[in-house]
């Protein structure tokens, strides 16, 4: 395992602009058809009289393999090359929406979740890959990805039910086919050494790669050896906490407190707004401090935004929260990023995201369930003062571990 480098300040490497908008395309697809399916799939799937229960299990079977085999996803991009991978996996992940309008049968809705799921979700990590491999993990790079991201989620859904609305099903998912189609059109432009010079040549893949290697996994868990690498990590993880309590309570307290649905999207709009645009501000930022340092801060400051919610009496002010939530939690993104890909080698990129995703998936799987055990022990209100203080005083030991000096330099 290469020595990693402590994440300094920002300098910004000389791109092929080719490159960059390739990368910046196939990030844009393969992230904003995740929540183009979560428009289209419970429509398709309320027309075949499941029950709730199976609703929830079809839609939850999305992330299944992502979280088993990311780390097994990251090491293929390691050993084969990340082109070569994203365009395989986005090939089938372009023709898997044609199949689910011919599939009445739950178990087959299920499985059709979790390969799509999969093939989407390896498109955003072989993006990030790039960024660390050819990008050197530059804040400004990976915040301009952090832009198109932002502006694909924006525009992917609404395209998605307008389809629905106009083609019904078929329509529907022929619109997420030709949307993944672009995610193997960006992967196509991306050029023959996107992985960046003096790499060594890459093995011929076989079916054999296929299968899961442990030594994979081993070598992917033993990153967190590195006091770098298992701070960042804990950083994500938090980071995704702190995101899970405007994910399942916020509209639902909103909702209590006499506010519509249109009220309560438009916050969540400047939410989404706001992080698009402070995405774009980590590039000059990491040039004036530590990247590491600017991560805990935003995402401390993202937190206590929405932990805040209930003490705000009137809709400025929840207005002005979810701005400074949105800027946040939109900065922390591109850091997040950027400081695990300089913190390991280039031949171990593939890996460090595989190994990021899966924290951040189990973080996002289990952190529903605690907000409302929280909620359902203290209450509504106090659910978000309980959660977001933990999730605080936790990045408040981390930046304790981090200044005490024998984890990671001074910055």
Known sequence: MSAPAAPGRDSTPKVPLRLELAVYGAATFSNSLGYMIMVVLPLWVLTLDVSPLMVGVILGARHFLVLIYSIHGGAMMDRLDVRRVMISFGVVGAVLPLLFPLTPWVWALIVLQMLAGYCTATGWMGAQAIIGQAMHGSAVHTGRMSFAVRIGSLIGPPVAGAAWDLGGPWGAFGVLSVWGMGIVLCCLALPAGAQGAGTAPRPRPRLADLV?????????????????????????????????????????????????????????????????????????????????????AVITGSTAAIAVTPLLGNYALLLIASAVNGACYGMSQPLVITTTSRVVGRGEQGKAVGLRTTANRLAATFMPVVMGAVVQWAGLAASFYIAGGTVIVLLAVVALWMRSGKIVPRF
């Open 212 to 296: 899961p290697r442990p030594s994979d996994y081993v070598l992917a868990f033993r990153m967190l050896a590195l006091p770098l690498v298992a701070v960042i990590m804990a950083v994500s993880v938090l980071r995704i906490a702190g995101f899970s309590i405007q994910a399942s309570f916020y509209a639902v307290y909103l909702e209590g407190q006499g506010y519509n649905g249109t009220a309560i999207g438009v916050l969540l709009a400047v939410y989404s707004l706001l992080g698009g645009g402070a995405s774009l501000t980590v590039g000059s930022l990491t040039r004036r401090m530590s990247p590491l340092w600017l991560m805990i």
